[in-house]
């Protein structure tokens, strides 16, 4: 009993010291655990730590990169910024010395002037002074030698004019009554009067510009263009001037060539309905207008025709009728002139018995020569003359238009016809106007003596005549030479021409190369 309770003793104790041990040894293992992980706690922190540091200092790096960069940059700007600014500033420097030195010139020439200026006008006053004593003295010298004062001589002058003006106006009064008695008016009266009055006609003033509406103000600048490169391309393709003012939505159109100002009108129409605004698209829109115009030039003729009542008229003819429509003579429409010619003298003729066909087509045809004109040398009589024969028409007509200002006798009928029917479609009131044909024909000289030097190809007078463009062959002009045509060309314009002002002479030498991709 005694041993069993001893070994259940020493049991006890053993498996109280074994728990003892395992708990000592067991806490000391944890003791090591948990100082492990404080150990990689505490590296994995200073870890981090670097790392930050680190990356601060590689921002910090780039920041003060960045800053130099920025520095260097605005530093170059304003180097840049002074350098212009001194450059700027002794370019000014120079111009002021240069003008300088120009007033000082002036001012020279300007004195040396009025040295000059002061001796004619003191050798002029001698001069006029030597005049007055010479008339004095050859007055003195003619009343010695008639006998006469002054105030008898010139009574005696006066009187004998009077009676000569007294006898010539008594001549011409005899004259008068005599042709009054001679002649038939009553019969020509009562003819003349009833063609007039079954052949009557509004008469409307041609006038020299054209209105184009706008969809907006915005259309403008699109019509100017960057730096004005548009209306500059219009202008020069079409030969007008192109007005921009404040007038709302409205361009207008000025040129006294009526098919150009027609042209130019619908090349702004067509390019306003398109909206695309530019050089190229520009000329395309010309040349669509341009053909439109010479169709209904081709339409207008025809129209004319039928309209007269002649048969067999040349295809060409034709045509040279409807350019009619874009002349006017004294402000009067030419072919609506002919039209009412033709009509009058077909009315004369029916009166009189003659040929009325022929006389309704000498009318229409007789100023046939102003649809040349403009683009050949010779009066409108010659050049009508020469398309007639050229186009086979009939001697009567052709002497009509020859005769039918009187530069040559009319021997037919049909002749004086035309030249009556002419003289009553010219006198109606308000049919022409002289100061518009002045200045129209003014506008035509200059034309014609910018074209008649060689090298040049067209020419356009523009600004109411205060400018012309002259468009030079390139081949035949160069850049040395234009100075030179520039100059005889102004220099012919002052001896042949009177005009206000001054006239620009703007001379355009372009040369052009195309190809095209295939």
Known sequence: MITVGVAIVIAVVSAVVFGALGFVIGGVYRKKVAEAKIGSAN????????QAVQAAESKKKEAILEAKDEIHKLRNEVDKELRERRAEVQRQERRIVQKEENLDKKTENLEKKEETLAEKIKLADQKLEEVEMLKRSQLEMMEKISGYSKEQAKAMLMQELDDSLTHEKALKILDFEQRTRDESDNIAREIITGAIQRCAADHVTEATVSVVALPNDEMKGRIIGREGRNIRTLETITGVDLIIDDTPEAITVSSFDPVRREIARLTLEKLIQDGRVHPTRIEEMY??????????IKQTGERAVVDAGVNGVHPELVKLLGKLKYRTSFGQNV????????????????????DVKQAKRAGLLHDIGKALDREFEGTHIELGVE????????DKIIHAIQAHHGEIEAKTIVAVLVQAADAISAARPGARRENVQNYIKRLEKLEEIATSFDGVEKSFAIQAGREIRIMVNPDKVSDEKMVIVARDIAKKIEDELEYPGQIKVNIVRENR???FAK
Do not use: P
Not at 43 to 50: G, S
Not at 335 to 354: D, F, K, M, T
């Open 513 to 515: 190369v195309i190809d």
């Open 43 to 50: 590296e994995e922190a200073l870890r981090i730590v670097n």
């Open 287 to 296: 040349e669509k207008a341009k053909r439109e115009v010479e169709q209904t």
């Open 335 to 354: 072919l609506a002139h002919s039209l009412e010619v033709s009509y009058i003298a077909g009315l004369i003729a029916q009166e009189l018995g003659a």
């Open 387 to 394: 398309a007639a024969k050229k186009y086979k028409e009939n």
